[in-house]
Structure formats: C-alpha cells, structure tokens
C-alpha cells in the first residue's frame, strides 16, 4: 500500500526565513512524486511533479527536490503570500488510471 | 478559461437524501477523479474516469456511484446520504495518466 508522510503538520516562519518542507513515500515502484498548494476554501493547485531521485525543480521562491524515499520543498526567503498548505501525491507505477496517494499537507503560515 | 467547474458549492442534506454532484471541465482531458477530502485523512480518491464512459473505484467507493457519459463531465451521486458523508467533495481532471492533475474550487456537503 501506498503510504505519504508529510512533516511538519504545521510551520510558522517569518518574512524572509528560510526553511522545508518534507515528504517521506513508500510505493511499489514510483511513476511520480507531485506538490500541490492548497488555500483556504479552494482546490489543490499544482506546482511540481518529480519523475526520478536527483531530480530538482524550481518556481520563484519554491525549489522542489526528491531521492528515493523522500522530497523536500524548500521555501526561500518566504513571503506572506507564500502562506497555504502544501500538499504532497505519490503515483505508483502500477497505478492506473493516474490514481494519486495524497499525505495530510504542511500547512505554512508566513508572518510579516 | 474555467478548467474543472464544480456544481454546487455548498449543500446541506438530511439523512437518506440523494444527490448529484457536477463536475465539468472544458481542458479535453480523458483522465476525471472525484475526491473527499476531510481533516486528519487528506485526500482520498473516490472514483475515476479514464475515458467517456468508462468508471472505476477508488480508495472509498461506497455509497457513491458516478457516470462519464459526456467527456467534459463527471457526476457523483449519492443515493441515501449519511453523516459519514459529511466531507469537501473536489474534482479534478488530467490529460494523461501521467500529467498534473487540475482541481476544482470543491463542494462542501453537510450531511445533518
């Protein structure tokens, strides 16, 4: 069984303090490793998929990394905007249908 | 440019009602999911659609049935509403199994 992990539940920085966010994956052969950003009362929106380990990808101040049991977002001099939850999906390659295994989300708050 | 639209946004039910929840995307993908999403579980897959008339279970299938026969859409319903039932409902859709998937805004359905 697929099984996501996401720590810390809950992370309170400051304007320009940098820090990350894990990800730790057990799957039976990994298709893809996805972040996804999800405000209050809306819908995930994505960021970053990851295919292999060694893999890095980078948006603005998000910088996204993965080995072969974990991925790390890493969050660069944060801003307040930067505040949502960060959800975590595996896709196993076996998988059909494009069927994700979601972790429970860090959820980030950036004070000013 | 709406991508993935879902029909309602709230809903209130009493136990043993039925409903259907609407999902319609114009992006032409053949991949659709339904997902609840509720505290302390993450996401978790419902059912999906790889393709017009085609459905598959999830991770949490019953006491839900859904139907693809028009591409764009993809419909959740439920038969006999339960207090279990009570969850964020989001839709989503992707292009192929292997591509990021988009969500909608989400359904917030009480069941009393």
């Known amino acids: 069984e697929d099984q996501v992990t996401q720590s810390p539940e809950a992370l309170r920085l400051q304007e320009g303090e940098s820090s990350s966010l894990n990800c730790s994956y057990t799957v039976s052969g990994l298709r893809g490793l996805f972040w996804y950003r999800q405000d209050p009362g809306k819908g995930p929106e994505f960021l970053f998929t990851?295919?292999?380990a060694g893999e890095e990808k980078e948006k603005e101040r998000l910088k996204a990394t993965l080995t072969k049991k974990e991925s790390f977002l890493h969050i660069t001099a944060p801003k307040p905007e930067d505040s949502a939850t960060y959800l975590c999906a595996v896709q196993a390659r076996e998988t059909s249908g494009s069927r994700l295994t979601f972790g429970e989300g860090t959820q980030l708050t950036v004070n000013p | 440019n709406a991508g993935v639209t879902q029909t309602p946004k709230f809903r209130v039910l009493k136990t043993g009602q039925s409903m259907t929840l609407l999902c319609a995307q114009d992006?032409?993908?053949?991949?659709m999911y339904w997902y609840r999403q509720d505290p302390g579980m993450g996401l978790r897959l419902i059912h999906y659609s790889v393709g017009e008339g085609t459905t598959a279970k999830g991770e949490v299938p019953d006491g839900y049935n859904v139907s693809r026969l028009k591409k764009q859409n993809f419909l959740l319903g439920l038969e006999s509403a339960a207090p279990s039932q009570t969850s964020v409902y989001f839709c989503a859709s992707s292009m192929t199994v292997n591509t990021e998937a988009f969500f909608g805004q989400g359904t917030r359905l009480t069941v009393v």
């Open positions: 990851l295919y292999s």
């Open positions: 992006m032409n993908h053949e991949y």
